[in-house]
């Protein structure tokens, strides 16, 4: 199924499959970084989309490892044997099917955590940089999510951190039109402060994994903090 492909400044590439479910290509010197993988039945369209735009994927990273942001991440990399993978060493351990949570990490992991057979060759800790994207945590959602913040225009990739389809909102707010990244959000009270952490950023242009790229997104970032409480 095809992908709706969207640029947004000089880097990011938006591809969107069935209206509702975001990955990201972002343009670097040496390739393409590939920010989730959408759901399952998605890497022909997204290799499709990279070799229109004339680059390969040298690098998949993923925010969490919820199944429409990992759902694809198997196909790729046997197509992409080359590509690093990269997940944060707290959500990495979703991937092999382990869904506990560790000490102090209260309630239940919500939402669906696909057991997928590619290892993970980067376990990413906030602070880090990968090319260009600076690892940003932002846990709440689940607990090792990460955001992406790109030093060059600071752009933010923010994952479910935030959402927008719906309306803005911080993970865990429900918006009725489109619920389902409040349903899944482990911990809302952790959400809140990761985007109210994310907001202090001050990024350019906010990309999430459901819904439009907002450009000059902090007031609308503040509200949603705001509501979040």
Request: glycine share 12%; charged share 20%; aromatic share 4%.
């Amino acid at each position: 199924m095809a992908l709706k492909v969207t640029t947004h400044g000089a880097h990011l590439v938006k591809l969107t499959r069935l209206g509702a479910v975001n990955a990201y290509l972002v343009r670097e010197d040496d390739g393409l970084t590939l920010v989730d993988t959408t759901i399952a039945r998605s890497a022909s369209a997204i290799l499709s989309a990279a070799r229109d735009l004339g680059a390969p994927i040298v690098r998949i990273l993923l925010t969490h490892a919820h199944g429409d942001h990992v759902g694809s991440l198997d196909a790729l990399h046997d197509a992409l044997p080359g590509a690093e993978v990269g997940i944060s060493v707290r959500d990495a351990r979703f991937l092999t099917g382990d869904k506990s949570l560790d000490g102090g990490e209260p309630g239940k992991a919500r939402g669906g955590y696909p057991k997928v057979a590619t290892t993970p060759d980067r376990r990413l800790e906030p602070g880090e940089r990968v090319g260009s994207l600076e690892v940003v945590a932002s846990p709440g959602h689940t607990p090792g999510h990460v955001a992406f913040l790109d030093t060059r225009d600071r752009t933010l990739i923010a994952g479910d951190a935030y959402q927008t389809l719906g309306g803005i909102a911080v993970s865990g707010v429900v918006r009725p039109l489109f619920p389902f990244p409040a349903l899944a959000t482990w911990h809302k009270p952790t959400a809140a402060q990761s985007g109210r952490a994310l907001h202090a950023l001050s990024p350019s242009r906010l990309a999430v994994g459901h819904g439009a790229v907002l450009e000059d997104p902090g007031a609308e970032m503040e509200r949603a903090v705001a509501a979040a409480g």
